[in-house]
C-alpha cells in the first residue's frame, strides 16, 4: 500500500480566518519502509502578502513567520502556486492515479508525467493526526485544490488505533499515540517532522 502523511502549520484553528503557513507531505510505501533520508518528501512554506491569525498559533510559529517576512527560503512559494508543485511531486513518485494520453505529457526532469487538466480529479489516500477534522478543511482552500484533487473518504488516523477504550475520554493527540507505539521523540510542531512521526506510529501496525 501506498499513502500520503500529510501535515500542516497554520496560523490558527479557523479555516475562515486563519492561514496554512506550512504544507509537509511524505510518500509511504508499507512495503519499502525507508528511512527518513531517503523517502519522497515535499515541504512548502507560504509567501502571504499579509499574516492574521490567532495569538497562540502565530507565536508558536513564529519561526515560520519569520521565514516568511525574509522571503529568502527555497521553499517559499504563493498559495496559487502550490498546485503545480504538489502535482509534480506527485508525477515524480508515482502517486498519480490516471495514465498519461498520447501527447498530453512533460517532462520535470525526474519523470514524464500528465500534464495537470487533461484527467479527472486525483483522489490522495492520506494519512494524518486530525486530518479528516482539521488539515482538510484548510488545504481544499488552497487556490484550485478542489478543481484538482479530492481525499479518499477513508482517512489513516493513529488515534484510533492507539486509544485505550477503559482509561481515556476520547481520541489520544500524537504525543500520547508516539508513547504508546513507543515511537521516540515528541511532537515537534513541524509539518515534515510531524508528518513522519504519523507515518513512525502507523509503522509499528504494519
Not at 504538489?86 to 515524480?92: A, K
Not at 495537470?116 to 488545504?139: C, P, Q, W, Y
Not at 513522519?196 to 502507523?202: A, F, G, K, M, Y
Amino acid at each position: 500500500m501506498k499513502y500520503l502523511s500529510i501535515d500542516i502549520e497554520t496560523t490558527g484553528l479557523d479555516p475562515e480566518t486563519c492561514q496554512i503557513l506550512s504544507f509537509g507531505a511524505i510518500v509511504e510505501d508499507t512495503e519499502k519502509k525507508l528511512e527518513y533520508g531517503e523517502i519522497p518528501k515535499f515541504y512548502k512554506v507560504f509567501k502571504h502578502d499579509y499574516i492574521q491569525g490567532e495569538p497562540f498559533a502565530l507565536n508558536l510559529n513564529k519561526r515560520l513567520v519569520e521565514v516568511i517576512k525574509e522571503g529568502e527560503s527555497e521553499n517559499l512559494i504563493k498559495p496559487w502556486e502550490f498546485i503545480d508543485c504538489f502535482w509534480d511531486f506527485l508525477g515524480e513518485n508515482e502517486m498519480l492515479s490516471q495514465n498519461p494520453f498520447a501527447g498530453h505529457v512533460k517532462n520535470t526532469g525526474k519523470a514524464v508525467i500528465p500534464v495537470r487538466g487533461m484527467h479527472s480529479k486525483e483522489k490522495l489516500k492520506v494519512a494524518g493526526k486530525n486530518f479528516a477534522t482539521f488539515d482538510k478543511s484548510f488545504i481544499e482552500k488552497i487556490p484550485n485544490f478542489k478543481d484538482v484533487f479530492s481525499f479518499h473518504q477513508r482517512i489513516l488516523d493513529p488515534a484510533s488505533m492507539f486509544v485505550d477504550f477503559k482509561k481515556d475520554e476520547w481520541l489520544p493527540n500524537l504525543n500520547t499515540c508516539m508513547k504508546r507505539s513507543e515511537v521516540k521523540g515528541a511532537v515537534s510542531h513541524n509539518a515534515l517532522y510531524d508528518a513522519w512521526d504519523v507515518i513512525q506510529v502507523l509503522r509499528t501496525k504494519y
